[in-house]
């Protein structure tokens, strides 16, 4: 798997996929139908566990190039 061992990221990829920054500056796969910036937003804590929950900066989606067509799995 291409992520499983260490990454050395390049400008512009990483594990041998294209990304580009959103306005926060968070990595976005080029190949994604949609992604999510996010900023943390607070901090919980949770018995031996740490939350923290995200506020929602930017959503960009392209349009897929037939809306007719469902997305399928496997």
Sequence with gaps: HRFAGPLSP?????????Y??????APA???????LECR????LEAGDHTVYP??????????LTDPET?????
């Design 10 to 18: 390049e400008e512009g990829e990483v594990g041998g996929l294209r």
């Design 70 to 74: 469902p997305l399928e799995y496997g």
């Design 29 to 35: 796969s080029e190949d994604a139908l949609a992604s």
């Design 54 to 63: 995200g506020e929602v900066v930017e959503a960009p989606a392209d349009p």
């Design 40 to 43: 943390v937003a607070g901090k």
């Design 20 to 25: 580009t920054r959103g306005s926060a500056g």
